[in-house]
């Protein structure tokens, strides 16, 4: 078992704990109308967390074939960072497809932390260092964190 397992089960843990919070909001609100916003951010909170949780424990497969950290932090960055790139992607053409707009406080949430992905992305890549991969599980779990956040906050709201 490599050493970082630990952290790794504990961002796994995480994510899918939001996932099932998600869940349970959903379920909640099932009897009341919920919004466009709402639906939004539950499915994006779902989607965020399952991916997590497979990112951090692909990284236990993968550092036992891979066998360096240096490596396996390079690999799975990468796979994290075209995940969050991709992912970016899908979310704005379904924000126009819904015809979701962008509030000021999301837009400042959503770039910091995705200028923060892509930072913690490009380290570990271009150093094979394993905290920038593990800084970037962390800035990960941060997306079903906001969404979440901003569920709680529109829930407050109404």
């Known amino acids: 078992m490599i050493p970082e397992a630990p ?8 994510s899918a704990s939001l996932a099932g919070l998600a869940g349970l909001v959903a379920g909640l609100r099932r009897g009341t109308d919920v919004r466009r916003i709402d639906l939004f ?3 994006q909170i779902v989607e965020f967390s399952f991916a997590n949780v497979i990112l951090a424990l692909a990284t236990v497969p993968a550092s036992q074939l891979l066998e360096d950290m240096a490596t396996v932090a390079r690999v799975m960055s990468g796979i994290g960072l075209a995940y969050a790139l991709v992912t970016a992607t899908i979310l704005v053409l379904r924000m126009r497809h ?23 992305a490009v380290i ?4 094979g260092s394993f905290w920038a991969y593990e800084a970037l599980l962390m800035a990960l779990l941060g ?16």
Do not use: K, Y
């Open 98 to 120: 819904w015809d979701i707009a962008w509030t000021f406080g999301w837009q400042v949430a959503v770039v910091a932390l995705n200028l923060t992905i892509i930072a913690a």
């Open 7 to 14: 952290f790794l089960f504990s961002i796994a843990a995480l």
């Open 41 to 43: 951010r539950l499915r």
């Open 124 to 127: 570990a890549i271009s150093s």
């Open 143 to 158: 997306r079903p964190m906001v969404a979440f956040l901003l569920v709680l906050a529109s829930l407050e709201a109404q």
